[in-house]
């Protein structure tokens, strides 16, 4: 009759070559989901919302009244991906556009206005605006619009 402590030693070499079978693949599993992990793509510009605002001087002397803005989003090369638009914006409003496409680096503005003795037209802000640098554009009394896109 076999005592218990033999009992426990041969359960112990049992566990231990089951062990010695099961370590292997626990590492290859490890392994896999550390490469898996390593290679998966952690853009965090790509998550963070990326805006432009558009806003019209609180000093209108002019009269200039903005009926709309389009904004085109636009690749580093020039082509357009994208647009938005907002409606009419009095003195001291402002709109903010949320930047869609994760290609966009820079946006150019369309505006339709008028004068307050005009008629009404459509024409381009001559600047092209970088996300990385300008945020934020206001139409004061001494914007010039221009007939050619920028």
């Known amino acids: 009759m076999k005592s218990i ?5 041969f359960v112990s070499i049992k566990t231990i070559s089951a062990m010695k079978r099961i370590i292997p693949l626990l590492v ?3 392994g896999v989901v550390l490469f898996a992990s390593s290679c998966s793509k952690d853009n965090k510009e790509s998550t963070k919302e990326r805006t432009f605002t558009v806003k019209v001087s609180q000093n209108n002397s002019a009269g200039v009244t903005i009926y709309g803005v389009r904004m085109f989003e ?29 290609h966009t680096v820079k946006v150019k503005l369309y505006c339709e206005y ?18 990385d640098s300008t945020k934020e554009y206001e139409i004061t009394n001494e914007v010039v619009f221009a007939k050619d896109e920028p």
């Open 5 to 9: 402590a033999d009992k426990c030693i």
């Open 28 to 30: 290859c599993l490890l």
């Open 74 to 102: 636009c690749a580093e090369n020039g082509d357009k991906i994208g647009n938005q638009e907002c409606g009419a914006l009095d003195a001291g409003q402002s709109h903010t556009f949320t930047i869609t496409n994760p």
């Open 114 to 131: 008028k004068f307050v003795l005009g008629s009404r037209s459509s024409r381009w802000i001559p600047q092209v605006f970088y996300l």
